[in-house]
């Protein structure tokens, strides 16, 4: 996935894409040690703008179906992700490097990330690749936990069963299972 800069016209240039989640190189090294799963292909759209001889907006969206496994109950379910962003891409001169710049000396405390820090990205050249930004979306919005639903019950910690399938009449359990020792010291 990459633009030619100077083939954008003075419109802006948009496109469609479709690629498997394999063609993004993180994401096929999640699918390979089973980390995660993927029911679709990674589909989008991405619009440029070239804003003045440094500088293009790219406003995008991309959504794919998750393979999940709950964090509750562990049923497998799918997931759809989708989002839209928007990068400001910064040409760079030749042999520089922006993260050499003075405003980011190691002498400064309390620097913060900016909105604007994290929507700028940098290029050199005639070529943008984007390949690595539509990874970095999704990367950044797969669910820390997936849950199958908001009111999955989970498993019953004594027997092991799915308590949105059946209940179980195990006693529950009081207290946490690593302090059960502590109960039959005397004081």
């Known amino acids: 996935m990459k633009i030619t800069i100077s083939h954008i016209p003075p419109g802006g240039y948009h496109f469609e894409f479709t690629e ?21 292909h990674v589909a ?3 619009s440029a703008v070239v ?4 500088l293009v907006e790219i406003k995008g969206r991309v959504s794919v179906t998750l393979s999940c496994e709950c964090g509750r109950c562990l049923e497998p379910f799918q997931e759809q992700l989708k989002r839209t962003f928007m990068l400001n891409f910064v040409k760079i001169p030749d042999g520089k490097n922006p993260l050499s710049d003075d405003s ?20 050199n050249g005639d070529i943008i690749e984007l390949q690595s930004a539509v990874q970095e979306q999704i990367l950044l919005n797969l669910p820390p936990r997936p849950l199958c639903s908001e009111k999955c019950k989970g498993l019953c910690p004594v027997c092991g069963s799915n308590l949105n399938l059946s209940s179980c009449n195990c006693e529950p359990v009081k207290g946490h299972p690593a302090f059960a020792v502590l109960k039959g010291l005397k004081t």
Request: glycine share 6%; charged share 35%.
């Open 51 to 54: 804003m003045s001889d440094d």
């Open 20 to 40: 498997n989640p394999e063609f993004f190189p993180v994401l096929a090294d999640m699918i390979k040690h089973n980390e995660i799963g993927f029911a679709s």
């Open 44 to 46: 989008g759209e991405i």
């Open 104 to 123: 980011f000396s190691d002498d400064d405390e309390g620097n913060e990330i900016t909105d604007k820090d994290i929507t700028t990205e940098f290029f």
